[in-house]
């Protein structure tokens, strides 16, 4: 399954957004769920490099066999002035639309087992709300 999570801060804004493992549906390299999630996160890097002009807010890790975990994580870019930083925000917001649809249509059609979207609030201080 792919575990995607949304980090909010205290404001509701977007802090980041993580997706990891495989869904499991199909074999690597022709699995649509995967194939989904994973366009809609490089589209986030892209849209954010391109935009904002940001480099260094994201990571991707892929795995190098079957049991490591791929994970890519974007971050908000720091630094950014503001409206930079409403554009990576609503660049953010989007992608966070996306694969909730994703998630919706992947249900509908097939199952709650192959991917799963998580959201969470981080407060200043690294308190964790669900």
């Keep these: 399954m792919i575990y995607v999570e949304i980090v909010r801060g205290s404001d509701q804004s977007i802090l980041?957004?993580?997706?990891?493992?495989?869904?499991?549906m199909a074999p690597e390299g022709s699995d649509i769920v995967c194939a989904g999630v994973s366009t809609?996160?490089?589209?986030?890097?892209?849209?954010?490099?391109?935009?904002?002009?940001s480099e260094g807010?994201?990571?991707?890790?892929?795995?190098?066999?079957?049991?490591?975990?791929?994970?890519?994580?974007?971050?908000?870019?720091?630094?950014?002035?503001?409206?930079?930083?409403?554009?990576?925000g609503t660049i953010l917001a989007t992608i966070r639309v996306g694969l909730l649809q994703l998630e919706?249509?992947?249900?509908?059609?097939?199952g709650d087992q192959?991917?799963?979207v998580h959201e969470v609030t981080r407060h200043v201080g690294g308190v964790n709300n669900d």
């Design 104 to 110: 919706d249509s992947v249900r509908s059609q097939y």
């Design 40 to 53: 809609l996160m490089y589209t986030a890097i892209g849209a954010i490099q391109t935009i904002c002009g």
């Design 114 to 116: 192959f991917l799963t």
């Design 57 to 88: 807010f994201y990571t991707v890790r892929e795995g190098s066999d079957r049991d490591t975990v791929p994970r890519m994580t974007v971050r908000l870019p720091k630094g950014l002035d503001p409206d930079q930083n409403a554009r990576a």
């Design 16 to 24: 980041s957004i993580s997706a990891k493992d495989h869904s499991g």
